[in-house]
């Protein structure tokens, strides 16, 4: 048995090994999929109506009025999550907006 490689045996390894990092870095930069925190599974008919009277939205119509610099506002301590608010029931998105917003004091 011969113990050293042939140079087409590692010309085959090298090319696999670098198709291998190719499609592992590939794989980790691929971007996360945007926040959603619309899902309201779980609430009560009467929570969700509040989120549709209070007009929730998930992106706030004027940035300088957003969930994440409000004062009824709980981030989520995951970091970028859906966090919840003292007012509206439910996921609520740092970049949202409700009919509530109120300056954080500060």
Known sequence: MNDTLSRRALLQ???GAALGAALGAAA???PSPP???TDTTGLSAGDIQVRQLLLYTD?????AK???NCSQFI????????GTCKVVKGPI????????WLA???
Request: charged fraction near 10%.
């Open 75 to 82: 981030p989520n301590p995951a970091g970028n999550a859906c």
């Open 59 to 63: 992106t706030s119509p004027e940035p």
């Open 66 to 68: 957003t969930c994440s």
């Open 104 to 106: 954080r004091p500060a």
């Open 13 to 15: 390894q090298s090319a």
């Open 35 to 37: 926040l959603q925190c």
């Open 93 to 100: 998105h740092p970049a949202g907006h409700c009919k509530t």
């Open 28 to 30: 980790c930069s691929k």
